[in-house]
T-cell receptor
């Protein structure tokens, strides 16, 4: 069975601080996909990134970066120089090859104060 | 493209009432899913479909029915609403490509907030 753990329930930072959101996953498959979604206070789910299990390259997109390490089954998300608009709930999710559905972690609420 | 649309946005039901949450997509996606989101629980899969006429249960299917008569629509039926079904419901769709499932991005609808009293 697949499982995603986001151990940090809530994180509070002050603007311009860097923050890392942790994600640890479990799966028996060798082919799988990892995702991060953002849910702002307005409630919609915003897709941030998808990574397949064969691509361990880290990715950077503006202030966002992701660190994928198969050795520790982790897919951590870092926001550099956080801004108030980054305040949201962030979900990590996993899907195994051949499946169209996602297993989500419980989410991390990030509060960025001015 | 409208993407994934859900109606209604908000609904209040009394215990025992039935209703259907509507979900439609105009992207010709084969895969569609329903999730519920509860505080502190993340999103949990209710039912999913890999194509018209094919549905299957997810992690929390009890109390819900689905059918998929067309590619575009995937309604979720609450047979006899209970307070435990108070939640936010999200519908999602994705392309199947070469049948490799979640290789492709899941598109989520805006959600339906349901309260059962």
């Amino acid at each position: 069975a697949q499982k995603v753990t986001q151990a940090q329930t809530e994180i509070s930072v002050v603007e311009k601080e860097d923050v890392t959101l942790d994600c640890v996953y479990e799966t028996r498959d060798t082919t799988y996909y990892l995702f991060w979604y953002k849910q702002p206070p307005s409630g919609e789910l915003v897709f941030l990134i998808r990574r397949n299990s064969f691509d361990e390259q880290n990715e950077i997109s503006g202030r966002y970066s992701w660190n994928f390490q198969k050795s520790t089954s982790s897919f951590n998300f870092t926001i550099t120089a956080s801004q108030v608009v980054d305040s949201a709930v962030y979900f990590c999710a996993l899907s195994e090859a051949g499946y169209s559905t996602l297993t989500f972690g419980k989410g991390t609420m990030l509060l960025v104060s001015p | 493209n409208a993407g994934v649309t859900q109606t209604p946005k908000f609904q209040v039901l009394k215990t025992g009432q039935s209703m259907t949450l509507q979900c439609a997509q105009d992207m010709n996606h084969e895969y569609m899913s329903w999730y519920r989101q509860d505080p502190g629980m993340g999103l949990r899969l209710i039912h999913y479909s890999v194509g018209a006429g094919i549905t299957d249960q997810g992690e929390v299917p009890n109390g819900y029915n689905v059918s998929r008569s067309t590619t575009e629509d995937f309604p979720l039926r609450l047979l006899s609403a209970a307070p435990s079904q108070t939640s936010v419901y999200f519908c999602a769709s994705s392309y199947s490509g070469a049948g490799r499932g979640a290789e492709y991005e899941q598109y989520f609808g805006p959600g339906t907030r349901l309260t059962v009293t």
